[in-house]
Structures are given as structure tokens and as C-alpha cells.
């Protein structure tokens, strides 16, 4: 079963950015669809974004113009470059791929 594990969270101001990554225990050229998620406190998980294989994304509508994924098939990598971080960004991230979750990392904007 494929693992997954993020990294990169952190805490930062409101305006502040933060690089995301998830490293894959896989070749990830195989995996057509990959995609990060959040959950803050008190509130269901929803999606933040997918990218696919060919290098496709779809955003959530919150992080449009914010957010930006990319996958480095070379090294079973994904990553999500985020920017003009705000408080109500503030979640714990995970990605997901192949019906598989990784334990997540926090990421904490302070206003």
C-alpha cells in the first residue's frame, strides 16, 4: 500500500508563505490523480485542490490565485506553494492518492 507523508507546515504571519510537501513511497507517474486536503479545528476535511498526472489541477474556489501544486514525478514528490497565507487558512493538510491519506501537517496563520 502506498505512504504518503507531508512535511513543511509550519506557523506564519498573515501574508506569509509556506512550501508543502508530500513525499511518496511510490512511483507516482502511475498515479493519475493526487490531491491535498484541509481540516481546521471543528470542521469537516475539504478538498483544497487535485492535480493529475499530466499535470492538470483544480483549485477550491479559498485558494484560487493562492495556491499553486506541482508534482516532481523524478523524485515521487507533490508539493503545494501556498501565498497571501490567511488566518482562515489555518488547517491541518494532507494529501491523498490512492484511496490513501498521509497523518497531515499543521499549519497555523497568525493574524
Known amino acids: 500500500q502506498v505512504q504518503l507523508v507531508e512535511s513543511g507546515g509550519g506557523l506564519v504571519q498573515a501574508g506569509g508563505s509556506l512550501r508543502l510537501s508530500c513525499a511518496v513511497s511510490?512511483?507516482?507517474?502511475?498515479?493519475?490523480?493526487m490531491g491535498w486536503y484541509r481540516q481546521a479545528p471543528g470542521k469537516q476535511r475539504e478538498t483544497v485542490g487535485i492535480?493529475?498526472?499530466?499535470?492538470?489541477?483544480n483549485y477550491a474556489d479559498s485558494v484560487k490565485g493562492r495556491f499553486t501544486f506541482s508534482r516532481d514525478n523524478a523524485r515521487n514528490m507533490m508539493y503545494l506553494h501556498m501565498i497571501n497565507l490567511k488566518p482562515e487558512d489555518t488547517a491541518v493538510y494532507s494529501c491523498?492518492?490512492?484511496?490513501?491519506w498521509g497523518p497531515g501537517t499543521q499549519v497555523t496563520v497568525s493574524s
Open positions: 491523498h492518492a490512492k484511496n490513501t
Open positions: 511510490e512511483d507516482i507517474s502511475n498515479i493519475a490523480v
Open positions: 492535480i493529475l498526472n499530466g499535470g492538470h489541477t
